[in-house]
């Protein structure tokens, strides 16, 4: 890929509130597409990730995203989300037949009460 | 099963120095990857390595070097330190490699802090 593209850094939204963070990438062949989310002085975790088939996916503490190929977005979305949700989350994308992931800014989502 | 472990946490350091840092991968796992994460930049990859071999590396500059041992456990060395060099620097493993049906897991970073 390219480039992965996050366009929002930040994102506040209240509890229970739904959520949809960004992401849209440059790639002229095929890619994988990965969600993580790393919270405070922590590693990166694995959300959810788009290999091959359905294009809507389903990960950890309710999160999904949906691959749209022809808008090259893979957005990340929660119907109700929780405090514990404040994290930074980072899309990602590998390019099909290359080993590099290549990694979005980041969006600081800051879930208020 | 214990995770990724880097050391140390936390280091600071001044213009010019050098610096090690260690990243100890999960059992088993042979690819370990290292990663620069500043704000704004997220993250930026700067190499892989398997079975003691490099395999893949980022576009950073010759001071970037590292090295893995027989055991998998890596160390990453950054040489003659720059204001810039400041950031998380995250550590990854996995079982065969960087590709998209190896999933990584990450350590928690070692913060390095120039001055």
């Known amino acids: 890929a390219q480039s992965v593209t996050q366009l929002d850094s930040q994102v506040p939204v209240f509890e229970e509130a739904p959520v949809e963070l960004r992401c849209n990438y440059s790639s002229s062949v095929s890619v994988y597409l990965f969600w993580y989310v790393q919270y405070p002085n922590q590693g990166l975790q694995l959300l959810l990730k788009?290999?091959?088939?359905?294009?809507l996916v389903k990960g950890i503490n309710g999160f999904e995203a949906e691959f749209n190929k022809s808008q090259t977005s893979f957005h990340l979305r929660k119907p109700s989300v929780h405090i514990s949700d404040t994290a930074e989350y980072f899309c990602?994308?590998?390019?099909?037949?290359?080993?590099?992931?290549?990694f979005g800014t980041g969006t600081r989502l800051k879930v208020l009460a | 099963k214990a995770g990724v472990t880097q050391t140390p946490r936390y280091l600071i350091k001044t213009r010019g120095q050098q610096v090690t840092l260690s990243c100890s991968p999960i059992s088993g796992h042979r690819s370990v990857s290292w990663y620069q994460q500043t704000p704004g930049q997220g993250l930026q990859f700067l190499f892989e390595y398997f079975s003691e071999t490099q395999r893949n590396k980022g576009n950073f500059p010759g001071r970037f070097s590292g090295r893995q041992f027989s055991n998998s456990r890596s160390e990453m060395n950054v040489s003659t330190l720059e204001l810039g060099d400041s950031a998380l620097y995250l550590c990854a493993s996995s079982l065969a490699g960087t590709g998209a049906y190896n999933e990584q897991f990450f350590g928690p970073g070692t913060r390095l802090t120039v001055l």
């Open positions: 990602a994308v590998i390019e099909a037949g290359t080993y590099k992931y290549i």
């Open positions: 788009y290999l091959s088939g359905s294009t």
